[in-house]
């Protein structure tokens, strides 16, 4: 993988941004990390073997900041996430996925989180659940306290991995877990952290988290067995034995749940996965949308006019 030329003073915060196949919600995407209202920050886009052509569209994105690297081979997620933390220039890291929107303040405000509590090693963001064409279906739950977000880790962690931003330091001692477990790397990486971390999430809503309409629910199996056995393995480390017994029932109540919305999908019933939207969270998502959709035909203008 050959490195692009940057600047010889490094930024405070590095983006890691792994995509695959990023489609056409990946403009929009890396768009929302430009028009942050803090500025001091370098974007790796590490290309996970894509066959969709999608960095084409971000072609007329000219800002420095910005570091694509692409070697042609599919690796994974955890396998480039490990990637952008060895080539991390920041104090901190921030996540960030191919079809997510970043809310201008996002930075500022985790920055600012993690400023005022120096023992803070990852702050995460509430986030608002978005559909496939923009619009809001519901919000993430939201845990603020680190004694919250880790009282029941046989249930999970309700921190959103588009939105952690930590210490660069944190991530290097913890990396991600290869190979990386199936859409389970956050799970991984935080059941093998909690207990030696500590970790903090910011009230403001300050991204847009897309989520799919219908589940592939052969994946969404898969994905459970994936973070039942990552917890197996973490518990029995430990002897937590009562955590073993307590995740176990978990398990089986997800699975009737999965089974209930597989027959309420089926039947094209409404299923709430989130908290309802707030009239003020909706126009706070209008308004962010709106500034970035400005913002990119200013962009396609120029574009055209140079092209003219």
């Not at 986030?127 to 004694?147: N, V």
């Not at 001692?173 to 991984?188: A, I, K, N, Q």
């Not at 910011?202 to 994946?219: C, G, N, S, T």
Request: charged share 25%; with cysteine; proline share 4%.
């Amino acid at each position: 993988m050959v490195e692009p030329v940057h600047s010889d003073v490094p930024p405070l915060v590095t983006v890691a941004m792994p995509i695959y196949n990023a489609g056409k919600y990946l403009r929009l995407a890396v768009l929302s990390i430009v028009k942050q209202t803090f500025t001091d920050w370098e974007l790796l886009i590490i290309d996970d073997g894509s066959t969709d052509n999608a960095l084409q569209d971000i072609t007329d994105i000219d800002d420095v900041r910005i570091r694509i690297l692409r070697d042609g081979v599919n690796k994974g997620l955890a396998a480039r996430l490990n990637e952008c933390i060895d080539l991390a220039r920041g104090k901190y890291i921030a996540r960030m996925d191919q079809d997510d929107v970043s809310y201008p303040e996002r930075f500022e405000c985790q920055i600012d989180a993690l400023k005022n509590d120096p023992l803070l090693d990852m702050v995460a963001a509430r986030a608002l659940a978005i559909s496939s064409d923009d619009q809001a279906i519901g919000l993430f739950s939201y845990i603020r306290t680190h004694k919250e977000i880790c009282a029941r880790p046989w249930v999970g962690f309700y921190l959103p991995h588009p939105t952690w931003m930590g210490k660069t330091s944190w991530f290097r001692v913890y990396r991600y877990t290869l190979p990386g477990s199936f859409y389970s790397e956050d799970m991984d990486f935080l059941l093998r952290s909690y207990r030696t971390s500590r970790f903090g999430m910011v009230p403001e809503v300050l991204f847009a988290y897309r989520v799919r309409k219908d589940i592939v629910w052969q994946k969404q199996l898969k994905a459970r067995k994936a973070v039942f056995r990552i917890q197996l393995q973490a518990f029995s480390r430990g002897h937590q034995w009562n955590f073993v017994c307590l995740a176990t029932s978990v398990l089986i109540i997800r699975l009737v749940s999965d089974g209930v919305r597989i027959a309420k999908q089926s039947m094209q019933i409404p299923s709430r996965r989130f908290e309802a939207v707030p009239d003020n969270v909706r126009k706070g998502w209008s308004k962010t949308k709106e500034q970035l959709l400005k913002y990119d035909n200013e962009l396609k203008a120029i574009l055209a006019k140079d092209n003219g």
